[in-house]
């Protein structure tokens, strides 16, 4: 845990630098060693205007968020199917969802990679920046599923006869009488989703178009030359945050209903 | 979408009566995107393992040849490179499974309220505290000058740097949660008479470990073992971050992927066929049902 202490700040030294804004080269760096000698914050102020940062920031949000809400329609579709039906395959679409995570990433990265660059370019469609979101999409489908399709078993089902019974149609008993019951588990399989997506690395190295980072690949990138050692402890800092707090939220939506 | 003023409700009614037309529809646009998108990404991968790369213009050319396959099961290079890995990925697992048993049996039979629930958290919080953030926190404690060569100085002890058994010790360190909380849930599950009823017939602690509480969390440790096993077999940022020149399956997948995408592909197919194997074994014992 000590690795983020590096860049924590003790003492407040953040207005002496505030003042070098469009700083070119990144102030000097040491590799981190133990024991720690010394905190400052100026790789937080570095790494907040930091052009590449921003980026890779923009884009891993873009993508947990479009694969968040694939994830969470395709999801929760299941989770209805599986818990409303006995038939046969039903075992079979459960394996089909967990695949995607349950095979190892590099084989789920090299799986589409290869879709898109020996099959989809070679046929003039050049699928680009979304492939990065469908392949996030399918192995975060898993997470909505499993959160729904608890919450579901343990719902009552004659709530929706009785919805039926009172003359309401299909949506409208979804939208009045399901839905509200479920919604819970639905933000909180939604939050995993995004979160997974959000530190996932390994799929998105063989997804990701040229030139485009997530947070992650970025911090790949810069795990590989040691001289901005100190300004990744903070990338990795923020994204610890960023994966742990819809997951907090996440674990305080199901506790409440148990 | 329907008509909420009208009495009458047309599709309602006809959905209502057709259980699989309200199945199909339910599952329609997911298994288009899973089977649609992912398994045919799947089979087009196996089907790029049989062609080739010309070796003029370096472009894959369409064709069938099995030499991909035939390097796969015949060159030295990659045949022990698949064993060291399923080494490694069972090991990571049996090692998950040494600390999870006796860990899950603390929290749910002996530990008080609030070290459980301190547990509980401290399992869960860093399964979600990013992948690469871990691997550079076991690389800056086990590198040259890091944390665990500075705290055994004293004892004269020297960390085995970047290897094989770092490797390990990452993979686990990285997946044991998901070993460590069905198997915690599982015997959070067993009726503590049972532990009674064990000791009352005679039977000591690993007796009882052994002949009561494996049996009974079997099913969870098949579960949490297909985590630490599929996710160690396809890890290679472990082995580049931490293991010095430990290769693993997935160090020649993504080695491969851009110079010869076939071979790349023929190879991707030796984890398919550990997990896949293992997922059919796992399946028959019910266990996925608890993923």
């Known amino acids: ?258 | 979408m329907m008509s909420t003023a009208t009495e009458s409700r047309p599709i309602s009614t006809y959905l209502f009566r057709r259980p699989r037309v309200r199945l199909f529809s339910l599952l329609a646009l997911p298994m288009t995107w899973i089977v649609g998108v992912y398994i045919l990404s799947l089979f087009l991968l196996l089907i790029t393992a049989f062609w080739y790369v010309d070796p003029f213009t370096s472009l894959v050319r369409p064709g069938f040849t099995l030499d991909n396959f035939q390097a796969v099961f015949t060159e030295p290079a990659y045949i022990s490179t698949s064993l060291r890995t399923l080494w490694i990925a069972l090991a990571v697992t049996i090692l998950s499974v040494i600390f999870a048993v006796p860990l899950g049996l603390y929290m749910a039979k002996i530990a008080p309220a609030w070290l459980r629930n301190a547990l509980a958290v401290a399992i869960t919080l860093p399964l979600w505290a990013g992948y690469l953030v871990k691997i550079i926190a076991m690389r800056l404690v086990f590198t040259e000058e890091g944390f665990f060569n500075w705290l055994m100085a004293p004892f004269g002890i020297k960390g085995p740097g970047f290897s094989m058994p770092i490797v390990i010790l990452t993979l686990t360190y990285l997946w044991f949660p998901y070993m460590a909380l069905p198997v915690y849930t599982a015997i959070r599950q067993i009726p503590t008479n049972l532990f009674d009823a064990s000791s009352d017939l005679g039977a000591r602690g690993f007796m009882t470990i052994y002949r009561v509480v494996i049996p009974l969390i079997t099913p969870a440790i098949i579960a949490g073992s297909v985590f630490t096993f599929s996710l160690s077999l396809g890890d290679y940022l472990a082995a580049r971050f931490t293991g010095g020149a430990t290769q693993m399956i997935g160090s020649m997948i993504a080695a491969n992927i851009n110079l010869n995408p076939p071979m790349a592909a023929a190879f991707s197919m030796v984890p398919i066929t550990f997990v896949v194997i293992y997922l059919m074994v796992a399946r028959r014992t019910g266990s996925l049902e608890r993923m």
Request: a positive charge; aromatic letters at 12%; glycine letters at 6%.
């Open chain 1, 1 to 258: 845990m000590r690795r983020y202490s590096f860049s924590f700040s003790i003492h407040s030294t953040s207005r002496r630098y505030r003042g070098g804004r469009s700083r070119a080269s990144p102030p000097e760096s040491q590799i981190s060693g133990w024991p720690i000698e010394s905190f400052s914050t100026k790789w937080w102020i570095f790494a907040k205007d930091y052009q590449p940062i921003r980026a890779a920031l923009l884009n891993s949000v873009l993508v947990a968020t479009g694969a968040m809400i694939i994830a969470s329609i395709l999801g929760t579709l299941v989770a209805f199917a599986l818990k409303g039906f006995e038939f046969f395959g039903r075992a079979t679409v459960n394996l089909l969802v967990v695949l995607p995570i349950a095979l190892p990433g590099v084989v789920t990265g090299v799986a589409f990679s290869n879709t898109y660059s020996n099959f989809l370019s070679p046929a003039g469609f050049n699928i680009g920046y979304f492939g990065m979101i469908v392949a996030h999409a399918t192995f975060c489908i898993v997470m909505v599923f499993n959160n729904v399709f608890a919450r579901l078993k343990r719902m009552n089902p004659h709530l929706q006869e009785a919805s039926a019974d009172l003359g309401a149609g299909l949506w409208q008993t979804f939208r009045l009488v399901t839905f509200p019951q479920f919604r819970t588990a639905f933000v909180a399989g939604a939050l995993l989703a995004f979160a997974l997506s959000f530190d996932e690395v390994v799929v998105t190295i063989f997804t990701a178009p040229p030139g485009v980072d997530t947070l992650p690949l970025w911090i790949l990138k810069e795990m590989a030359r040691p001289n901005q050692a100190s300004v990744v402890n903070v990338v990795a800092t923020v994204v610890i945050l960023l994966s742990l707090i819809p997951v907090y939220i996440s674990q305080r939506l199901t506790q409440e209903r148990q």
